[in-house]
């Protein structure tokens, strides 16, 4: 038997950190181990109780004044001392910009290797664990495992999903770790204005790409969002290049998985596809019958959106009043 | 710098859905053009020398060629077959190796990850190896009094960070538009120097790379299954087709809940 045991999760992103241990409890339960939660910080108290009551059967916690804010070699030196003295076999780390660059970080200090942004994990019986990852610029999924453990792997926000609160027991553990002083020096920190209502977890999207050519029209997918309770999202160039928008939906962008996807005026190039992929139902409305969208959706009308779009607003206003 | 596969030409074995990636053309990785084009930058207003460095399986010369035309001193290549299947790891401690040989440097500029793999981790790694500071995803960079202050874009914040050079920073696309360079540099690049290494001299002895020594595995790489239902739906008129498609996204369940 490897000495190397048990399944890990951290992210210093709470909500992140509760949908890692969904998918933790998972493979720990199919390889009857135990489920692990980090929590580093000041005054965590309750963070660790949560993540006892999200399915860790054990948690421990660093509680150190000096982690009350996330510092990259602070909290590497953390996880680096508790990896290398409980030896877990699998560590999840939520995937956000510094979370894996943090875990790169924690995978060279182990001479391990890591897979980021998973967008799947699976214990399979040939080859242990795997996971799939978007490579090539959404062209393809790669499937890697691991030959060195602690098997690390990063996890983007919104891929599972977060497991149910249950009042669970579980251990919940203070240990200390000597924390190494900032290599970098924080100048200045501001809150970015997030939208309330996060596109990520949005049931219906009416997406908008280059097919809007003024500005005004835009309200034209506004107006359907109104009706279907939608957001409205759209391509890269609109966000980036006509500024309508801040942010965009892609490969490089937000990836989404509503029920369904109305992309209006959109190309549908992969870099776009890759962030869409996970819809349930996707509708193309482009007078392009042969767009690549039309490769992606289930539902095509070709057509003009200044004509179409209008003409679904209203049948849907119909239907869903009745 | 990397030479990566363009990822916008790539085919897809119909048979297998395996992808083809042996014929597809070879371009830098954008990202580490914006980073060359930031350490351009610095030079034009500080002085100094920007050599770029590229660990490669296959020929690159051609490709980083741009590299030198956009304006790079010298470049150096670590051309090795072995390479082809390697991990972020080795990538990491070859390039750490190679900047050990350089010399000495204020600053380790990388593209926060590749176009065609994407891992995003051989930054990290290589500044934990060569053990200097690190500013990641820098949308904005600056150099002064011998200490680089980098503003990054994070999820749910805007940060500037600071850190005394020597210093590695990974850029975003964001950062800057690359250069593009003009016919009389294409013709002095073809001047420029370009030094290549092997790994041997790097201190990396063929069972180093060997893939039982590496610690991860690529299993498969394919394109994604598509499976969708491709219905067009068409009226007589607008308002018909509309008509349509509402009640077969009623019927799917997915509005109206
Ligand atoms: C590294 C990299 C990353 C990228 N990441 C992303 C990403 O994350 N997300 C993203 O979206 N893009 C991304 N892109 C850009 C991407 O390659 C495309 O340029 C972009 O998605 C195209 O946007 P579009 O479909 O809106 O525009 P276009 O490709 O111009 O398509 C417009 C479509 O609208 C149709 N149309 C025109 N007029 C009408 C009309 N009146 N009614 C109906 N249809 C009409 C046209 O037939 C066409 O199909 C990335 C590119 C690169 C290189």
Redesign the interface.
Known sequence: MSEYEGVWVFSE?QPLMLELLGKGREIADKLQTELTAIVLGSGVKEKAEEAVNYGADKVYVVDDPKLETFQ?ERYLSALASLTSQYKPETFLIGS???G??L???L???L???????CLQIEVTSE?GL?AR????????????????KPQIATVP?RTFEKPEFKERKGQIIQVEAELEEP??????????E?SQVKIEEA??IVSCGRGFEKKEDLALAEELAKV?NAQVGCSRPLAEDRKWFSEWIGL?GHKVKP??YIACGISGVIQHVAGI?DS????AINTD?NAPI??????????DIH??IP??T???KK??SA | MKQAVDVTQLKVDPQTSRLITAEAPRKISDFDKNALEEALKIRESLGGEVVTVTATAEEAKTTIREALAMGADKAYIIKDPAIAKIDTLTTARILAEAVKKLGEFDLVLCGEASIDSFSGQVASRLAEILNIPQLTSAEKMTVENGEVKVERALEDRYETVKAKMPALVSVTRGINQPRIPSLMAIMKASKKEIVEWNLQELGFTPEKLDASNMTVEVLDVSAPKVERKKIFVKGETAAETAEKLVEALLQEGVVGR
């Not at chain 1, 001479?111 to 942004?117: E, P, Y």
């Open positions: 992103n990259a956000t910009k510094d894996k660059a875990a790169a970080r995978a060279t200090r001479n391990t290797g890591c897979v980021t942004d080859k795997t990852k978007i490579v090539y610029g959404g062209n393809a999924i790669a499937t890697i495992t691991w030959r060195t926000p290599q970098t020096e924080k100048v200045e920190v501001k809150p970015l997030v049931d219906v279907l490089s029920s369904l992929r349930k139902i996707i509708v019958e039309v490769e992606m959706a289930d539902y095509i009308i070709v057509g004509e179409m003409a679904i209203e049948a849907f239907h869903l």
